[in-house]
């Protein structure tokens, strides 16, 4: 069965800093692999996606991320922190084939901080 | 206009009690899901459906039930309200049944606590 690894449930950074928050997946076929953020009591918004095509994704509010095959890796990045970053980053995949086909399997996210 | 839409946003209830969450969405779009979100902020799905097929999860106890009126629109309705089903529930929307590809939309959510 597919799963998404979310390494670090809490990441903190100052503001200005570089943001790194990691994911892996767990498939022998690559998966189209997603990234939500959960701000405080709010729904889940796509921040990015990747399903085929240039293996840089960039995203909503300076976000980007890049698929690495070899490392069934998709690690998302921002360069510069700001305070409205904080919030809580779930990375998903979505299986190409079989029963879930369509059904998105969210890690177990990471809570990002920034500090002043 | 928001594009997809819970009601209650807070829900409070005795255990055994049946209650029902609603879901609609504005977007045109052919398939909707439930997710369940525990206190670990651990996101899982319970049920993907259009109208034509529901996929339901193996874990989700059968007290469980969605219902679609019409296409914009699927309940959650619970039975026999327990302790563990206290999470927030999110409702989810996509263009077309089991793609990939298509972007999935959620609604703010409804913070279900059963006392």
């Known amino acids: 069965a597919q799963s998404v690894t979310q390494l670090g449930s809490h990441v903190s950074v100052s503001e200005g800093a570089l943001v790194l928050l990691r994911c892996n997946y767990s498939?022998?076929?690559?998966?189209?692999l997603f990234w939500y953020v959960q701000y405080p009591n709010q729904g889940l918004q796509l921040l990015l996606k990747?399903?085929?095509?240039?293996?840089l994704v960039k995203g909503i509010n300076g976000f980007e991320a890049e698929f690495k095959k070899s490392e069934t890796s998709f690690h998302l990045t921002k360069p510069s922190a700001h305070m409205s970053d904080a919030a809580e980053y779930f990375c998903?995949?979505?299986?190409?084939?079989?029963?879930?086909?369509?059904?998105?399997?969210f890690g177990k996210g990471t809570k990002l901080s920034v500090k002043p | 206009d928001t594009a997809v839409s819970q009601t209650p946003k807070y829900l409070v209830t005795q255990m055994g009690n049946d209650k029902s969450i609603k879901c609609e969405q504005n977007l045109g779009h052919d398939t909707m899901y439930w997710y369940k979100q525990d206190s670990k902020k651990f996101l899982k799905i319970m049920f993907s459906?259009?109208?034509?097929?529901?996929?339901i999860n193996e874990t989700v106890p059968n007290r469980f039930s969605p219902k679609s009126p019409d296409k914009a629109h699927l309940n959650l309705h619970i039975n026999s309200l327990e302790l563990g089903d206290s999470a927030v529930y999110f409702c989810?929307?996509?263009?077309?049944?089991?793609?990939?590809?298509?972007?999935?939309?959620f609604g703010p959510g409804t913070r279900l606590t059963v006392l």
């Open positions: 459906y259009n109208n034509k097929e529901l996929i």
């Open positions: 989810a929307s996509s263009q077309r049944y089991q793609s990939a590809t298509d972007t999935q939309y």
């Open positions: 998903a995949v979505r299986p190409l084939y079989g029963g879930s086909q369509g059904n998105l399997i």
């Open positions: 498939s022998s076929v690559p998966p189209y």
């Open positions: 990747y399903t085929t095509g240039a293996t």
